[in-house]
């Protein structure tokens, strides 16, 4: 019986192949389960494949399914999906047959609920600012007085006009805006892209560089605002050179921009009051300092002017400073005469020490001897040349016998030698040659030595000597008694005359049998050559 059982079991069942189930099931799921919501923890995400499509798993504490976004829904999500949110997906299940898998295609996706997108801010603030990227340290002072002001926002809202009217009250100074979205898909992006826009223009370009930046919304819920909670404009806002007043939203609204930005506004207008001065507020303050500055500099000037006074009256007159520079001036006067004699006399004796020491008979000698000793060289020197000369042509006229029968190979070496012999001679012909120029040279130069020591050119300059009777030069009148002959030496002759006597009546002595001899005229002074008696007027 249990075999006859077995087999009416088996008759009774349809057969279906492996993937004709699937597709049932696949089919049932779907007509089921065509349209659900579901709330659960993404996990697993690591961004859209490079399909563009992307795979995860939603879980909550008790179970797992699997979700994928196609490329064309990925592209239009409010949010991305990141790891560890709590959202709220929209889809519909299906089951991937290959795996016997279900899984949801996600169509749409929102946070589950604002505690879920405060959670996730908080997260993603602590990891940003364990980068650093909210550190105070880092933040920019904004300046003082900036020429030109970039601003991203939306070029059709309130919040554009808020912000030129509000700077155009204030300072008014060019403005450029960099427009964006400020909310929906792609906002974050066009944000940082104009910050980071803006940072890259060179200064002294086409387009000038801002000096400041302002990004402004305004305000708006949570979902709103999301766009400057992303991490690509908070990095691009940390990042920034130029300094960023953030003025997203009203006073209560944060969001991570907030803390990037070197400046938060409460508002986009309290941002326009931030960035540029009150240009009344800097023109009486520049007026209030001018005059400050004019009344302390005339205080300054009257203090420095008394102070002057003070000091003329300490001061001693004009000829209390000039009485003893005039004294020492007027001692120094009285004694240059007598110094001048003093220095005069100091000279003459030193001149007459040292004519004493040269006298012309003296000198004469020394020429006279230095030329016989020249002579006598040269003589000596002529007779040894001819010597010389004497024993190698004997050398030469007994080897040019000997050699006629010598081969010709020491014939060619008699005639190097000859040769030689012959340029050695005429070296010794020039040396006797330069020795007795160099000689003659040395005693011209003493001669010209004698001449220029000699009286006679000073008797030319229009002095004379006086000799007592007997023929001695009279340096001093003392020497002299009264009636004495003197002879009077000038640079043409002598002159003959006397003393004056007691009684004052000059006598007259008895002419001289023999006449002066005149002076040999002096030598003519070589060309570019001194005169040879110019010497010390003292």
Known sequence: MTSFFSDDSRSNLAELTVSELSG?????????????????????????????????????DKSRIDAVIWKGSFSKLKYRPEEGMEVIATGRITTFPGSSKYQIVIEQMEP???????ALIEERKRKLGAEGLFDPAAKQLLPFMPRVIGVVTSPTGAVIRDILHRIADRFPVHVLVWPVKVQGEGCGEEVANAISGFNALEPGGVIPRPDVLVVARGGGSLEDLWGFNDEVVVRAAAASAIPLISAVGH?????????????RAPTPTG??????????DLVAQVASLAARLSGATSRQMEIRRQGVRALTRALPSLDQLLALPRRRFDEAAAGLGRGLELNTMAKRRTFERSASALRPDMLARRIGERRQRVSERAALAERIIERMIDRLRARVTGADAVLRNLPARLRAQTDRSRDRLDGLMRRAD????????????????????????????????????????????????AALAAGSAISIEFADGKVAAVTESDDGEPR?????????????????????EPPAGQGSLF
């Open 112 to 118: 589950a609920g604002a505690g879920a997108l405060m």
């Open 271 to 280: 941002a326009a009051e931030m960035a540029v001065p009150v240009k009344a």
């Open 24 to 60: 049932s099931i696949k089919r049932t799921i779907e007509t089921a389960f065509d349209h659900v919501r579901v709330r659960g923890e993404i996990s697993g995400y690591r961004g859209p494949h490079s399909s563009g499509h992307a795979y995860f798993s939603l879980k909550d």
């Open 251 to 263: 006073e209560t609204d944060w969001t991570l921009i907030d803390y990037a930005a070197d400046v």
């Open 508 to 528: 007259h002595p008895a002419p001289q049998p023999t006449a002066a001899r005149p002076a040999a005229a002096p030598k003519p002074p070589k060309r570019n």
């Open 430 to 477: 020039g040396a006797v040659l330069n020795e007795l120029k160099t000689n003659r040279a040395t005693l011209s130069a003493q001669e010209r030595m004698l001449q220029s020591l000699s009286y006679k050119n000073v008797l030319l300059r229009g002095y004379a000597v006086i000799r007592d009777d007997a023929d001695r030069p009279v340096s001093r009148a």
